[in-house]
Structure formats: structure tokens, C-alpha cells
């Protein structure tokens, strides 16, 4: 069974700030998803980016970057310009490419914005 | 806008009850997931259905039940509530197969506490 792991529990960065927050994942499957979500406290989950694992090149999304470390299992969220709309758990998941959909995720990641 | 709508935002209940968590997506999504969501674990998957009257179990189903009986509609039933089943209970919702893999479309969560 694939898990996915999230390592901090609680992250905290200066306001316009580049804070990483880190996810690994142990898996056998060589063809999967990876996505990165984002709950507010308005309890939405809300979807920020995600890397197909056939791709080498890193996904980005405006602010949101990653750094997919295939070999090393690793899929690191990048937030540049950190905003106070940013804070927020953050939640690494994990989804084959065979077989049923579920998503499988992380412990989540509190991210706190200092202003 | 399309979403996925959770009947109770908030829901008090008696140790014993029957509980329905009732779940409503109006994207004509084949697949729904309900998850259980607590402090330090993250979300873990209760029960999931990829077709009418179709269901799999997770990876926590014991003590839980679901229907779906509409495409749209996905209920998760405790059977006989228990405190240990005080949580944030949260339902999803996605479509089949790798054409849209944009993970799935959260609803806003229950937050159901047993007394």
C-alpha cells in the first residue's frame, strides 16, 4: 500500500517570504499522480498544483512550485511571495495511475503567515 | 458554478443514533469518496463508489455504511453512532479515468461530534 508522509507538522514564513514544505511518498508503481491541496479555514479543499510522474519537468502554478524527486520519492511544495491568503493545512496526496481512484494523503502541513 | 454540496455543516448527535452524512455533486462525476479527517492523521478514506449502488471499502469503513442510489446522491450511514466517531467528515467527489486527472472537488465538510 502506497503512504504518504509530511514530515512538519507546523511551517511558519515572513509575509512576501519563499517557504518549502515537504512530502514523501513510498510507492511500487512507476505510474501515479501527485497533488498538492490546500484547506483555509473555511475548510474548502481546494486543489494547488499536481505533477503526472511520467513528467520530468516540475509543475508550476503562478506562485506554487514543486520539486519532484522521482528516484528519491520526494514531492516538495514551493511558495514564492508567501501572501496572508496563503495560510492555510496543506496536504500532500498520492493517486495510482492503475486500478481505483482514491487519493491517498499526508498528515498535512499548518502553515501559518507572519505579516 | 459546479460543486459538491454537504448537507450539514455542523451536527450534534446521540452515542447510539443512526447517523445519514447525506452528499450531492452536480458534475455528473461517476466517482465519490467519503474521508474522515482528524488532527495528526491527516485524511483517511472511509468508503468510495465509482457507480450506482456500486461501493468499496477503505481504509477505515468499521462502523460505517454508505448508499448511493443517484449518480449524484453518496450517504454515509453510522449505523450506531460512538464517541470515537466524533470528526470532520468530508465527501468528494471525481471523474473516471485519466482524462481529467485534476484530482478531486471537495465539499466543505461536516463536523459531526457524538455525545
Known amino acids: 500500500a502506497q503512504t504518504v508522509t509530511q514530515s512538519q507538522p507546523e511551517m511558519s514564513v515572513q509575509e512576501a517570504e519563499t517557504v518549502t514544505l515537504s512530502c514523501t511518498y513510498d510507492t511500487s508503481e512507476s505510474d501515479y499522480y501527485l497533488f498538492w491541496y490546500k484547506q483555509p479555514p473555511s475548510r474548502q479543499m481546494i486543489l494547488v498544483i499536481r505533477?503526472?510522474?511520467?513528467?520530468?519537468q516540475n509543475a508550476t502554478e503562478n506562485r506554487f512550485s514543486v520539486n519532484f524527486q522521482k528516484a528519491a520519492k520526494s514531492f516538495s511544495l514551493k511558495i514564492s511571495d508567501s501572501q496572508l491568503g496563503d495560510a492555510a493545512m496543506y496536504f500532500c496526496?498520492?493517486?495510482?495511475?492503475?486500478?481505483?481512484?482514491?487519493?491517498?494523503f499526508g498528515t498535512g502541513t499548518r502553515l501559518t503567515i507572519i505579516p | 458554478d459546479v460543486k459538491v454540496t454537504q448537507s450539514s455543516r455542523y451536527l450534534v448527535k446521540r452515542t447510539g443514533e443512526k447517523v445519514f452524512l447525506e452528499c450531492v455533486q452536480d458534475?455528473?462525476?461517476?466517482?465519490m469518496f467519503w474521508y474522515r479527517q482528524d488532527p495528526g492523521l491527516g485524511l483517511r478514506l472511509i468508503y468510495f463508489?465509482?457507480?450506482?449502488?456500486?461501493?468499496e471499502k477503505g481504509d477505515i469503513p468499521e462502523g460505517y455504511s454508505v448508499s448511493r442510489e443517484k449518480k449524484e446522491r453518496f450517504s454515509l450511514i453510522l449505523e450506531s453512532a460512538s464517541t470515537n466517531q466524533t470528526s470532520m467528515y468530508l465527501c468528494?467527489?471525481?471523474?473516471?479515468?485519466?482524462?481529467?486527472?485534476?484530482?478531486?472537488?471537495f465539499g466543505s465538510g461536516t463536523r459531526l461530534t457524538v455525545v
Open positions: 468528494a467527489s471525481s471523474l473516471w479515468g485519466q482524462a481529467s486527472p485534476g484530482g478531486y472537488t
Open positions: 505533477q503526472e510522474a511520467y513528467k520530468q
Open positions: 463508489s465509482y457507480d450506482v449502488k456500486m461501493k
Open positions: 458534475m455528473d462525476h461517476e466517482n
Open positions: 496526496a498520492y493517486r495510482s495511475n492503475f486500478g481505483n481512484e482514491k487519493l491517498t
